[in-house]
């Protein structure tokens, strides 16, 4: 029997809760616990209006961010054919890569010769061609972006957005709740001193 009051009360606090926050015309309720309820909700409201509004532009500036750097890179870095000088190895059993970096030459699109070491699937042999890309001078350089990194950085910018909204609803009530505790705990010592002074009048 215990144990199922016990449960009973923690079911129940999250709905006394709303029922506490809920308007109504209880006459305990001061006027300052509503202006609290109307900015919390008021607070909830605009940012339930405004986030998926604020996180649909922050994905698309993103897309059309990254569309940007993928075509500046695209401009910038060259697809060229890499031969293999030596056997490529085993991966590591500690090693989150699926390639092994071997040495290899390859040819710039300038036509400048280069050396040095490239990712290669493992086992391959020696003499074998692999793609890599290069900067104009011919210097190993990162693929540019795909289509699909592209678009999970809009969708991570547009989630940070909702996140971000969701602390600013924590913090903001937090701070209403703190800045109008004080107004309470300053009325309610007024109410004290006043309440105080009639009863002990009373007592003696």
Known sequence: ???????????????????????????????????ETCLLVGLFVALAVLTPFAARLAGHAS???????????????????????????????????AYVLTPAT????????RSGEVPA??????????????????????????????ASQADAAAAGVIVGAGVAYIAGAAAIRQLLNRRR???????WLATAQTWNRQRW
């Not at 009973?8 to 308007?23: D, Q, Y």
């Not at 109504?24 to 300052?32: A, C, V």
């Not at 390859?106 to 010769?113: E, K, Y």
């Not at 104009?136 to 795909?146: R, T, V």
């Open 121 to 150: 699937e493992p086992g391959s042999r020696k003499g074998t061609v692999v793609t890599v890309w290069t900067d104009g001078s011919g210097y190993l350089d990162s693929p540019p972006l795909g289509v699909p990194e592209i």
């Open 1 to 35: 029997m215990r144990l199922r009051g016990s449960h009973s009360v923690r079911c129940c606090w999250p709905l006394r809760a709303i029922r506490g926050a809920r308007p109504d015309r209880n006459p305990l309720r001061r006027g300052i616990d509503r202006l």
């Open 185 to 191: 705990m300053a009325a309610w010592d007024a109410d």
């Open 63 to 97: 897309y059309l961010s990254a569309l940007h750097a993928r075509q500046e890179q695209l401009v910038t870095r060259h697809e060229v054919r890499a031969v293999l000088t030596d056997d490529a190895g085993q991966v590591s059993g500690y090693s989150l890569s």
């Open 106 to 113: 390859w040819t710039s699109v300038a036509g400048v010769r």
